[in-house]
């Protein structure tokens, strides 16, 4: 999976102050510059608008630009373009609302268990505690435009809450699941390094997986679980526990740690710290016996110290008495992918359901690269069917897509099945196809499923 996204540095903990503590600072004194003009020039300028710029990529998965000429009109009142955030009904800046700004929650902390994507500003140490105080005071009081509403001293602080040490997953009790774990490693300062790690689960049998759990070091992109196609050539598989850069420390791709990942199939992922991910009741992910997974990471630094990397799964297991339906993994792709410099393109692909039986589909995701725009999957039936063109899934953050689970599966029945319709914007001079770096294009389905 990507895709997909994918770089940051996590608050672990959630920032509350105390407004109180900043008693000892002495009134404003008078001042014509509004809170929200000073919070402009001391902080969404500088920090924010050098990835939120018009024509980025950050701002065009974001759907964000915070320059100085649209910044406010874009956040005030404006519903947040994450598609889980906008789901549970966060704005950008909701006046007197903190909790429900997204922007807020983005600085100051994510709520725990809630796939927002990563804290912001991203791959630093974040904003200090004065910055992240000013913007609630400024919230708490409206979110005004103009007007003198929070204290401006508190935007030249430069004080930041001790990051909590990393909490390592426990391993799972001896006879309940099997832990997978990247080891301890370095990332140079203003670099983003992404590895892979190929490791054997160490199971003997064949076993039955019904939750998954994640946990990364602060600053991950992701955390991705692969294995290989039937049929890999031996050539192709790598050793094991063997680290394999996908970048040169001057940045340039290391081709020969890439052409394994044109032979990968998804397993599971995550892009947020910490994923707890239970398979519906009765279902469970079989792995056979004897098999190794690829381990791989992403992970960035925009400071200049030197941060570490971390990853652990573990994957839990239950007696296959107790398994009623056998999940399996889709990998829909497509590999025909052309985009001109300069074009704005959508890409539409069916794939009709490949069993006898119905296919019950119960977790969607997908993964696209750095010129894709938006995400969708549709439902594809037989002509006729007023079902045609349903949407099932919407995601346009290519480096965190949605990862969308259905309570009660989607069934597609023969000669129905899956479609998807991704939009690209190739904002650059050259011409880009598929491929595997970040620099190329991919169109990919993944999906959890089971058939009876």
């Known amino acids: 999976m990507k895709h997909a996204a994918y770089c940051a540095l996590l608050l672990c903990c959630s920032i509350f102050l105390n407004s109180c503590s900043h008693d000892s600072i002495l009134t404003e004194p008078t001042t014509t510059t509004s809170s929200w003009a000073a919070l402009q020039e001391k902080v969404i300028t500088p920090v924010c608008a050098g990835c939120h710029t018009a024509g980025t990529d950050y701002a065009l998965q974001s759907g964000l630009v915070l320059t100085p000429d649209v910044a406010y ?6 519903a947040a373009h994450h598609t889980n955030a906008n789901a549970d009904g966060l704005l ?69 809450t001790p990051i909590a040490d990393f909490v390592p997953l426990q391993a799972p009790t001896l006879g309940t699941g099997y832990q997978m774990h990247i080891d301890k490693f370095d990332v140079a300062p203003h670099f983003e390094r992404e590895l892979f790690v190929y490791k054997p689960i160490n199971n003997a049998s064949d076993i ?73 009741p009765g279902t469970a992910l079989k792995v056979p016996a004897n098999t190794s997974l690829d381990l791989n990471t992403h992970y960035i630094s925009r400071t200049d110290d030197h941060i570490s990397g971390e990853c652990y799964a573990n994957l839990y297991t239950v007696d296959k008495s107790q398994v009623q339906h056998e999940a ?31 296919l019950h ?40 897509p949605l990862v969308k689970n259905f309570d009660t599966p989607l069934i597609f029945n023969q000669g129905e099945g899956l479609s998807s319709e991704v939009t690209y914007y190739n904002n650059t001079n050259r011409h880009i196809t598929f491929g595997l770096t970040s620099d190329d294009e991919m169109d990919i389905i993944f999906a959890y499923y089971f058939v009876f």
Not at 328 to 356: F, R
């Open 73 to 78: 009109t874009n956040l005030f009142n404006v």
């Open 92 to 160: 950008r800046i909701k006046p007197s609302d903190g909790e429900k700004s997204f922007l807020y929650l983005k600085v100051h902390g994510l709520p725990q268990g809630k796939d927002y994507g990563n804290p912001m500003p991203l791959g630093s140490r974040g904003l200090s505690i004065g910055q992240i105080e000013f913007i609630r005071q400024w919230i708490a009081a409206g979110a005004p435009k103009d007007g003198v509403v929070a204290v401006k001293a508190l935007l030249d602080d430069t004080s930041h």
């Open 208 to 280: 039955y997986v019904n939750r998954i759990q994640m946990r990364m070091r602060p600053n991950s992109h992701h955390f991705l679980l692969y294995t290989f196609q039937s049929g890999t050539p031996a050539s192709i598989i790598p050793p094991y526990d063997v680290v394999r850069d996908i970048r040169n420390p001057d940045g340039s791709q290391i081709t020969a740690n890439t052409l394994q990942m044109g032979y990968h199939e998804y397993f599971a992922g995550s892009t947020i710290p910490d994923l707890d991910y239970h398979f519906p």
């Open 328 to 358: 399996g993994t889709l990998a829909l792709s497509n590999n025909n992918i052309s985009l001109s410099p300069g074009e704005h393109k959508v890409v539409t692909v069916d794939y009709p359901n490949p069993y006898a039986l119905p």
């Open 361 to 400: 589909v119960f977790m969607l995701t997908s993964h696209m690269h750095e010129r894709g725009q938006k995400y969708r999957i549709l439902f594809k039936g037989k002509s006729g069917d007023s079902r045609n063109g349903q949407v099932l899934y919407e995601s346009d953050d290519w480096a965190h």
